[in-house]
């Protein structure tokens, strides 16, 4: 009978996180800070109804998996073209101006050392915790404003990816430090090799995928091998190149982003996303808190923890995004639409774990960023977008103000 609990988890998560989305809705929020709290209050922290078990951290991973194709495919590849070096420079701000906010902050806390110390290092890995974007908020976030394919959700989806490729670059470099025989160059390459997989891998794809729904339009094959696609691609970065497997679902999105029955695709994979894989992942953000073991000492490191990283996103993507003549209500929206943080700054922390580079006492000052970034990250966008409209969706020459249009001189 022990087996069949996980059942009892999934219609208790099922049934909170719609509930609570549907408040949240009536409160006028996105429906994400719903289930994210939803899990919160279910979790171990207040009711204790559902733990955070392997099987519901797997059902999760499939739900941010399946909401990164669904990105990927609502996105535009001119517009990604034509916003890619500015996206490169925003993301590389992204993660140089929150690793060393992160760094200054534990070193203000405890102690300046020197260079190259594990004092130092532990310092650092703080750092490194904080240049993790986790877009899949502001993905749900977007879609439900119906902003995804406008040029700053084209920006952010961009920037956060090419993120987490330089986040988990930086990462692999002080493990290196931290452990001469970790090889920095094979990840480098590894990383490189996967993306030049999927550019060869990806042309092949939608070749085949155009050839056969021109002529099978709105057939159930076609999502099928769409989802298929994901899902080996997600499973090669992870498995053979290091690459997070969220990069891996997104890239199979956008192959399949141009042909005809794209919208199809999505259609049909929206429909497990927002029944049951969605809600799961959400709901189980809240999950992975208890801030229970609490005391005076880190609960002030985790809130100016909390106000550093989310500032430093804020203020390295949006005045980037500035120079490259963004209006300042396009560089804001960018700015917190990159200071999510989710599964990707979890590995991270879990890693510095793993090499002595993190106690687990801050550990909570992790999951706290992840609860608070995906909650405030919601709402914030939902006012901005209230406050300064974006009457249009695509770019098309319509921005004539911002570099994307007409670069700077």
Known sequence: MEAYS??????IIIVFAKVFGILARKLKAPQVVG???????????????????????????IGVILLMFSAGLGTSIQDLKRTGAIAFLIACAGVAVPLVGGTILYEAFYGFSPWGSDQFLK?????????ATSVSITVRALQELGHLKGIVGTTIMSAAIIDDVIGIAVLTVVLG????????????????????LALVLGYGAYRLFKKYDDSHRHTRRVPIMGLALCMFMAYVAERYFGVADITGAYLAGI?????????YIAEKMDVGSYML??????????????????????????????????????????????AFHFKWNESLKIGVGMMTRGEVA????????AVGLLDSTYFTAVILLIICSSILTPVILKFLYAK?????EHLEGKYSNSAIAEPAK
């Open 6 to 11: 996980v059942l009892k988890d999934l219609c």
């Open 35 to 61: 289930e994210i709290i939803a899990g919160l209050i279910i979790g171990p922290s207040i009711l204790g109804l559902v733990n955070q078990t392997e099987f519901i951290s797997e059902m999760a991973e």
């Open 123 to 131: 310092a650092v890995m703080i750092g490194c915790i904080m240049t």
């Open 177 to 196: 430090f931290k452990d001469p025989s970790a090889n920095i160059g094979k990840t480098c390459l590894l990383t490189a090799l996967y993306f030049v």
């Open 255 to 263: 192959i399949l982003s141009s042909i005809k029955d794209s919208d």
């Open 277 to 322: 894989f969605g809600p799961v992942f959400f709901a189980s953000i809240g999950l992975k808190t208890n801030i229970s073991g609490l005391n005076l000492g880190i609960l002030l490191f985790c809130i100016a923890f909390v106000i550093v990283a989310l500032l430093t996103k804020i203020i390295g993507c949006g005045l980037m995004a500035k």
């Open 346 to 353: 979890l590995i991270v922390a879990q890693k510095g774990l």
């Open 388 to 392: 300064f409209p974006d009457k249009t």
